[in-house]
């Protein structure tokens, strides 16, 4: 019997330590352009700063995967929409770091309010840093951090989380998650684990428990569930301000147990594994 026992306390520690093993390594990005009124040019100006903070995956498990690689420079930093940044996926951090650079100055240079104010004012594109000097200035600014959030299994989950200001109220925020079987090598999507999106969807504002005035979930579709992690035995679905409430209420999770998408046949073979 303790012989028995023996086994059964080692294969349960061998399945704890066998989670996926993350190497991150760190790098930012930061670029910004100035540029004032042209008919007063120390009366108002805007100040428009763009910066990256990533801890990067470099090896699970002691090895590189590019099938990881590929699908978190496409996800996090849009590879094929900017090929002047991106014009072949990086496949190692100090390469990826220069076409971050790059792609945040492009971006930056790019964005579409930046030009047509400075075409308005100067009445040609492109003219930047027009005073050094940052007094009077009104600050635009977008950021993105980027890192390993935790894993279930070999599921590994990373998360984007984005902030941009362009003036008005208040700042804009979100949050995305992004799922990867480290075993399997690939990514992993909401219809890799649940069987029917539109039944689930339907779920959805029963395990949203807020006040009734800030559930708004008459625009959402299929398409807006892909947002998700798994913890603690629950589908967590995340949803963006404004998506299914008012800004006050931030990001939204809406918890759903994974014993009740089972029992309600709504689980792929995949998503049963996770349950074990």
């Given at each position: 019997m303790?012989t028995?026992?023996?086994f059964a306390?080692?294969?349960?520690a061998l399945?704890?330590?066998a989670?996926?093993?993350?190497k991150?390594?760190?790098f930012?990005?930061k670029?910004?352009?100035?540029?004032?009124?042209?008919?007063?040019?120390d009366?108002?100006g805007?100040?428009f700063t763009?910066?990256v903070n990533v801890d990067w995956?470099?090896?699970?498990?002691?090895?590189k995967?590019?099938a990881?690689?590929?699908?978190l420079v496409?996800?996090?930093f849009y590879?094929?929409?900017n090929?002047?940044?991106?014009?072949?996926?990086p496949?190692d951090v100090?390469?990826l770091?220069?076409?971050?650079k790059?792609?945040?100055s492009n971006?930056?240079?790019?964005?579409?309010?930046?030009q047509e104010?400075?075409?308005k004012?100067?009445g040609?594109p492109?003219v930047?840093?027009?005073?050094?000097?940052?007094?009077y200035?009104s600050c635009w600014y977008?950021?993105?951090?980027?890192e390993y959030?935790?894993?279930?299994?070999n599921?590994v989950?990373?998360?984007?989380?984005g902030?941009y200001?362009?003036g008005g109220?208040?700042d804009?925020?979100?949050?995305n998650?992004?799922?990867?079987?480290?075993t399997?090598?690939?990514p992993i999507?909401v219809?890799?684990i649940?069987?029917?999106?539109?039944k689930?969807?339907?779920?959805l504002?029963s395990?949203?428990?807020?006040?009734?005035?800030?559930?708004w979930?008459?625009?959402?579709?299929?398409v807006?569930?892909?947002?998700f992690y798994i913890k603690?035995?629950?589908?967590?679905?995340?949803?963006?301000?404004?998506a299914?409430?008012?800004?006050?209420?931030?990001?939204v999770?809406?918890p759903?147990?994974?014993?009740t998408?089972k029992a309600?046949?709504l689980?792929?073979?995949y998503?049963k594994?996770?349950?074990?």
């Amino acid at each position: 019997m303790k012989t028995k026992f023996f086994f059964a306390f080692l294969l349960l520690a061998l399945s704890v330590q066998a989670a996926p093993k993350i190497k991150t390594q760190h790098f930012e990005c930061k670029d910004s352009i100035r540029f004032f009124d042209k008919e007063e040019p120390d009366a108002q100006g805007y100040k428009f700063t763009k910066s990256v903070n990533v801890d990067w995956p470099v090896t699970i498990n002691g090895k590189k995967s590019k099938a990881l690689n590929d699908f978190l420079v496409e996800e996090v930093f849009y590879a094929s929409h900017n090929p002047e940044s991106f014009p072949t996926i990086p496949q190692d951090v100090n390469s990826l770091t220069s076409c971050v650079k790059n792609w945040v100055s492009n971006i930056l240079r790019s964005n579409t309010m930046v030009q047509e104010y400075i075409v308005k004012e100067y009445g040609t594109p492109g003219v930047t840093d027009i005073k050094s000097s940052d007094d009077y200035m009104s600050c635009w600014y977008e950021t993105l951090d980027f890192e390993y959030s935790h894993s279930v299994g070999n599921l590994v989950f990373f998360v984007e989380r984005g902030d941009y200001y362009y003036g008005g109220a208040h700042d804009v925020f979100g949050a995305n998650y992004l799922a990867f079987d480290a075993t399997l090598d690939k990514p992993i999507r909401v219809t890799d684990i649940v069987t029917n999106l539109s039944k689930v969807l339907k779920m959805l504002p029963s395990y949203d428990h807020r006040d009734k005035e800030s559930k708004w979930w008459d625009n959402i579709n299929e398409v807006d569930i892909d947002n998700f992690y798994i913890k603690n035995g629950k589908m967590v679905f995340v949803f963006q301000p404004y998506a299914v409430g008012p800004f006050c209420d931030g990001i939204v999770e809406v918890p759903v147990p994974l014993k009740t998408l089972k029992a309600k046949k709504l689980l792929t073979a995949y998503g049963k594994k996770l349950l074990k």
